[in-house]
């Protein structure tokens, strides 16, 4: 646990009314105790108070706060830097930041491995570093190539693959998060100064230009990610690699088969959820970023409409006006009126960029066109035209002045269908009433058997004799 690995009262110093002091020399500390060519962790106690007092003499401090919980603390002030150097250090000491260790004649000053970390990890807070999402990205693609190619002797990569993923999805909650405490904060202030003044020293220097203004740029670093998703999935699958990655795995961490399987799949089911998410939280966090460019946008335009000395000139005019009995009749105004809709100005939009699409030809199978076109082909036989009507019956009547019904003959889809509407001419409307004022049509009471396909009442039809005027 964590109370187990740090002390109890580590925190102290940096939550007392000293806590810039410490702060300052803390990360003077950190300079000496992780440079690159240490070689002994172990460093004179001498070094150590010299770098404490370069700290205090930079920072330039001559106030000193009594500190209660401070047993070396008499209540008065240091007189020297030595005497400032000489509290820092033992108030280190007792809290647990430092541990001292003789060694025959000499002391030396060492820092155990929970505080060097938890060291580091506030240095990287106080100066938060430009991430380089193409280095973390490429970092993941290449230590994914390695564990697929040789999964029996570098397969401990994928391990570090997922935690680099971890480490960089974290980073981008931390941005999202970074945005909105910027958004509460810049909606809280009152002042426009303030707010355009927050904006371009956190946003486009912290976030924008260090973080999100790489996700805009052409070489996005996730142009890769397709590549790592695929990569991933064909391993799942993959029972060769998988076994060789997990018998690696059970020799690097010295766990037992199923322990390492497991291990494996979780590392591969972490990273894919990680970047197959990377587009959702992308889209939060420029709906964030829009939130926050248009209320600062606003709050420019606003400013640039203000007028210095505006304020005591309006009230001089009013003071003025109270003096006359009558108002001024006011006969010109502006071309737009304060209240209207032209002086409301609509919000900056959005640019949404086009998803890119992959545009294939479709092939049909050719049975699907035969099918289309016997059905197309039925439609039309079925289709009712007064020509095939017209034809039907003069092909029956030929000579004749008049037909009974049993006389048709019904050999195709086409006599049927002529042969269903010749008795219905006038339900045609116009387009069939030529052809219904040449025939009369009599229906009879019985009921007879047309061509042995259709029963129907039994009729007779007679042309109609076109008398010459």
Not at 387 to 413: C, G, M, N, P, Q
Request: some cysteine; proline content about 4%; glycine content about 2%.
């Amino acid at each position: 646990m964590l109370f187990n690995k740090l002390p109890d009262d580590l925190f102290v110093p940096l939550s007392g009314q000293n806590r810039h002091i410490y702060q300052a020399v803390l990360l003077e500390l950190a300079d000496l105790f992780f440079d690159e060519d240490l070689v002994d962790p172990f460093i004179p106690k001498d070094l150590v108070r010299s770098s404490i007092e370069d700290a205090v003499v930079r920072l330039g401090v001559r106030r000193w706060e009594p500190e209660i919980d401070d047993d070396n603390d008499d209540g008065e002030a240091p007189r020297s830097t030595a005497e400032y150097t000489n509290r820092i250090y033992r108030r280190l000491v007792d809290c647990g930041w430092i541990e001292e260790e003789q060694r025959i004649y000499r002391t030396y000053v060492l820092m155990s491995p929970s505080i060097s970390f938890l060291l580091r990890s506030l240095v990287s807070i106080a100066n938060l570093e430009k991430r380089s999402y193409g280095g973390a990205v490429l970092n993941v693609l290449s230590s994914l190539e390695a564990a697929v190619n040789d999964p029996a002797g570098r397969g401990i990569t994928l391990s570090e693959a997922a935690q680099t993923a971890s480490d960089f999805s974290a980073h981008l909650t931390d941005m999202m998060l970074g945005l909105r405490e910027l958004k509460i904060s810049l909606s809280n202030s009152q002042s426009p100064q303030e707010i355009v003044r927050g904006f371009f020293e956190r946003f486009v220097e912290h976030i924008l230009v260090s973080d999100y203004k790489t996700l805009k740029t052409k070489n996005n670093p996730f142009r890769f990610r397709r590549q790592i998703l695929s990569l991933l999935r064909d391993l799942q699958f993959d029972t060769v690699k998988v076994d060789k990655l997990t018998r690696h795995y059970q020799e690097q961490f010295e766990a037992s088969y199923d322990d390492a399987e497991a291990m494996v799949h979780t590392h591969i089911n972490r990273i894919i959820r990680i970047f197959d998410s990377v587009d959702k939280r992308l889209d939060s966090i420029d709906d964030f970023r829009y939130r926050l460019e248009k209320r600062v946008a606003d709050t420019v335009r606003y400013m640039d409409k203000t007028t210095p000395g505006m304020a005591s000139r309006l009230s001089r005019v009013i003071a003025e006006l109270a003096k006359r009995d009558e108002l001024p009749v006011i006969d010109t105004i502006e071309e737009v009126g304060f209240i209207n809709p032209s002086s409301i100005r609509s919000p900056i939009r959005r640019r949404i960029v086009a998803e890119p699409t992959v545009i294939r030809q479709q092939q049909i199978d050719p049975k699907v066109v035969e099918l289309r076109e016997l059905f197309k082909a039925f439609k039309e036989r079925r289709e009712v035209k007064v020509e095939r009507i017209d034809a039907y019956l003069e092909r029956h009547l030929s000579d004749k002045v008049s037909i009974k019904a049993e006389e048709f003959s019904i050999d195709t889809i086409e006599d049927y269908i002529c042969f269903s509407y010749i008795r219905h001419l006038a339900s045609l409307g116009k387009k069939a009433k030529k052809t219904a004022d040449m025939f009369k049509i009599e229906f009879a009471e019985n009921y007879t058997h047309v061509a042995d396909v259709v029963e129907c009442r039994d009729f007779t039809i007679n042309k109609v004799i076109q008398r010459k005027p």
